[in-house]
């Protein structure tokens, strides 16, 4: 048995340095509380610009447009940057794994990306978003196979699936496949209708579920941020609704709604292989004879050098 705590908070939108400061109390406040596993929202270093176009209708692209995008691609970070380096030391002295989704800046171009740190080893991992959904994909680049990381810990192999990522079957069955133990799922989805999906990935998967999203209003972000569509609830820019489930489906914790909060749970390790005593969807109900399914995890490089 471990305890694992889910965060549900806000960033501090376009502020990498503020967003650290506040990650790393959070860890330490998780750690104190005996977790050895935390999860944290999408975008939350570096902050997810809900209600904003960027001045990109249909081809046409503004002025203002593309001031918005040069903030927003300061406050992302690298991955080699001294952000991700205070967040592997506060790792390693809490002795806490974490997920933590951050912008991350590579080049020219920023990724969503789930972090994943290891207490002992540092970064074990970074999975960059395969499909940013809808208007996301005119801010952030696309993810490939070479990211479909896992960390394997002492609690298990813990992978990170983010956002609509849930909505892909094809994806879901390669994470499986890897083995997974903790489904991390990181989001800024704060419908209802989003723990129904959570349920369906922790009975499928026969895996915990572990789902972060933020809680944060209009006031978070800086006055002259342009919000340029009404947000369905008013000022609250992300409602939350973070989770955590059981591979029996059995909801250990929330889903919580309208503040910020820290989810924690027991978990027992054993119920993932109890549960696949009738169900194993890389296993025993595959059908490899019939569906088949081939990932290609190489890196994707658009210029190679010889």
Request: hydrophobic fraction near 40%; proline fraction near 6%.
């Amino acid at each position: 048995m471990y305890t694992a705590a889910v965060i549900q908070a806000a960033s501090i939108p376009f502020d990498p340095q503020a967003s650290t400061d506040k990650t790393i109390r959070l860890m330490n406040e998780a750690a104190a509380q005996g977790a050895t596993l935390a999860v944290f929202p999408e975008a939350f270093i570096g902050g997810y610009p809900k209600g904003s176009t960027f001045g990109a209708p249909v081809g046409m692209r503004t002025q203002r447009g593309r001031h918005e995008f040069q903030r927003y691609s300061a406050g992302a970070i690298e991955l080699e940057g001294p952000e991700v380096a205070r967040l592997v030391k506060a790792s390693k002295d809490n002795g806490i794994f974490a997920v933590v989704g951050i912008i991350e800046r590579l080049g020219n171009t920023l990724y969503c990306t789930a972090l994943m740190l290891d207490p002992e080893t540092g970064v074990a991992g970074a999975h960059r978003k395969l499909m940013p959904t809808g208007s996301e994909r005119v801010i952030w680049g696309f993810g490939d196979g070479s990211t479909l990381d896992t960390m394997d810990t002492p609690l298990g192999r813990v992978g990170s699936v983010i956002c609509w990522e849930n909505y892909m079957p094809l994806l879901r069955q390669a994470m499986y496949a890897n083995g997974i133990d903790v489904y991390c799922a990181p989001t800024a989805d704060d419908r209802p209708t989003w723990a129904a999906t959570m349920t369906h990935i922790a009975l499928e998967g026969r895996t915990h579920v572990l789902s972060a999203c933020q809680h944060i209003t209009k006031a978070a972000y800086p006055d002259d941020h342009p919000f340029d569509e009404e947000l369905p609830h008013g000022d609250t820019v992300m409602r939350g609704g973070s989770m955590i489930i059981a591979p029996t489906g059995e909801v250990l914790a929330g889903p919580v709604f309208d503040e910020e909060t820290i989810l924690y749970a027991e978990i027992d390790a054993e119920i993932k292989t109890r549960s696949h005593l009738d169900f194993d969807s890389v296993g025993h109900y595959s059908r490899p004879d019939v569906f088949e399914l081939k990932v290609h995890t190489s890196p994707q490089n658009s210029v190679s050098f010889d």
